[in-house]
């Protein structure tokens, strides 16, 4: 099972020393002395739960608290206040600003990890909700929703630290005779061996298959460059016809095969400039790919020229 990640922000060191070790044993816990360095370590990998002081200079709890719940990425976050004041307006303010729940200073030991047990075990039943919600029942790789909102939050990721971002649109060549010849009962194991295929081929945890609608798969691969992105793509050919799938309505051959486009964002922008991410961009590059591949008789892998920055 994967260990709970905690966030605990304060500008005073004793009071997180205290925390962390109430905490110890809830799971992995990092610490941030500022409201603004909270809110850098959040965007950066979300936690699982956040304790925030209400009371720090410059950017307080409550604006941190905001801003965390303006964040898409970070909305679902759940946030417990941890204040010196015990009077009813603060713990309004706080459940206001997108809190779930808050603590008094000084903490008390048992109180502080019966609440952060109760809201992660609510963030876990959530999760796995959401991941049902986000899986395709056919081949039980990520569903076009999925898909969407990986996108975006890697693509955000991607533009923040400067890093590339590809992307793989994959499609079965000559599907619809497939179904034609065999049915669609066969159609449907097809696509799930399909998916099985490209399971085997990405392996790091950030990386996303899924399911782009009909016979058309996606991978998202974050971190990874042109080159490694080209590599990724070829694998794939290969995998699907390594599964020697009897394919004989195509005219390609006997056997089963799939197109690929490839397409990558690079890191070479600065990511303060304000320009938006160009995830579009990205979906819109490698389907030009994977058009060209399809004309230039399938079965093959078509990276798309380097794009540009904007």
Not at 236 to 245: E, F, G, K, S, T
Request: net charge negative; with cysteine; glycine share 8%.
């Amino acid at each position: 099972m994967t260990q709970a990640s905690l966030l605990i922000v304060d500008d005073d060191p004793a009071s997180i020393q205290v925390l962390g070790r109430m905490l110890a044993e809830q799971g992995r816990l990092r610490f941030a002395l500022s409201g603004a360095e909270g809110l850098r370590l959040a965007q950066e990998s979300p936690p699982d739960l956040v304790l925030l002081d209400a009371d720090m200079p410059g950017m307080d709890g409550f604006e941190v608290c905001t801003r965390l719940k303006a964040d898409p990425l970070l909305a679902d976050v759940p946030v417990i206040f941890v204040t010196g004041h015990s009077d009813t307006q603060t713990e309004l303010a706080g459940l206001a600003a997108g809190a779930v729940d808050c603590i008094s200073k000084p903490p008390q030991a048992p109180l502080v990890v019966a609440r952060v047990q109760t809201q992660l075990r609510l963030k876990a039943l959530t999760d796995e909700l959401r991941r049902a919600a986000l899986t395709d029942a056919l081949t039980g790789v990520a569903n076009r929703r999925c898909f969407d909102e990986w996108l975006y939050r890697e693509g955000q990721r991607a533009w923040r630290q400067a890093e590339p971002l590809s992307l793989a649109m994959i499609d079965i060549d000559h599907f619809k005779a497939y179904n034609d010849h065999f049915g669609h009962p066969a159609g449907d194991a097809c696509l799930r061996r399909v998916a099985e295929a490209l399971r085997t081929v990405v392996r790091r945890p950030a990386d996303l298959v899924a399911r782009y609608g009909g016979e058309e798969f996606a991978l998202l691969l974050p971190r990874t460059d042109a080159t490694g992105a080209r590599h990724v793509g070829e694998a794939v050919v290969a995998a699907v016809q390594a599964l020697h799938l009897p394919h004989p309505a195509s005219p390609l051959g006997a056997e089963l095969s799939v197109s690929v486009g490839i397409a990558t964002v690079p890191g070479r922008h600065s990511p303060g400039d304000g320009r938006p991410t160009p995830s579009t961009a990205l979906v819109a590059a490698a389907d030009q790919a994977l058009y060209q591949a399809k004309r230039k008789g399938r079965a093959r892998c078509v990276a798309a020229p380097p794009m540009g920055d904007a």
